[in-house]
């Protein structure tokens, strides 16, 4: 039985962790923007400022952790299921509906904001999800 390479799973979770933190970023700064702005301006809408003030970076360290996991999973179901994008999509397409779907239809379903926030945060983390992963595979090679 080969051995998965750490070095290439990390490679690749450091390449599509990048990719999936510029689209979060295209997200929030630019498409969801000038919404934050007005729910920021509701009384009982979203905070001006976040209750930590290093959720940022945390995030994008997040997202770059959820990355290594889809690139590690990656690296381990190709021997199985086969190498390359039609794997990377199954497995991007399956952790980002489990990461992004259930909480989001929750949020939409009772946080009291409109629902094209939780919307866009489920598209955020499952089209970052399948980046991610296709990013991973192209770069993992044993």
């Keep these: 039985m080969e051995s998965v ?3 290439r799973v990390l490679l690749g979770a450091l390449a599509g962790g990048i990719v999936w933190i510029v689209w979060s970023s295209i997200v929030n700064a630019v498409i969801l923007a000038g919404r934050y702005h ?3 301006q509701r ?5 001006k400022e976040p209750r930590y003030p290093f959720f940022v970076p ?12 889809l690139a590690w999973l990656y690296a381990g179901v190709r021997r199985s299921y086969g190498a ?3 794997t990377a999509l199954a497995v991007g397409i399956l952790v980002g509906f489990v990461a992004a779907f259930p909480l989001n239809f929750s949020t ?6 409109p629902r094209i926030f ?15 992963t296709l990013v991973a595979a192209w770069l993992y090679q044993d």
Excluded: N, T
């Excluded at 945390?58 to 996991?69: I, S």
């Excluded at 939409?108 to 904001?113: K, V």
């Design 84 to 86: 390359g994008p039609r």
């Design 118 to 132: 939780p919307l866009w945060w489920m598209i955020e983390l499952w089209v970052g999800a399948i980046l991610a």
């Design 108 to 113: 939409a379903a009772w946080a009291p904001i």
């Design 38 to 40: 007005a729910m920021m």
């Design 58 to 69: 945390v995030y994008f360290l997040a997202l770059l952790l959820a990355a290594y996991v």
């Design 5 to 7: 390479s750490s070095k």
């Design 43 to 47: 009384p009982g809408g979203l905070l």
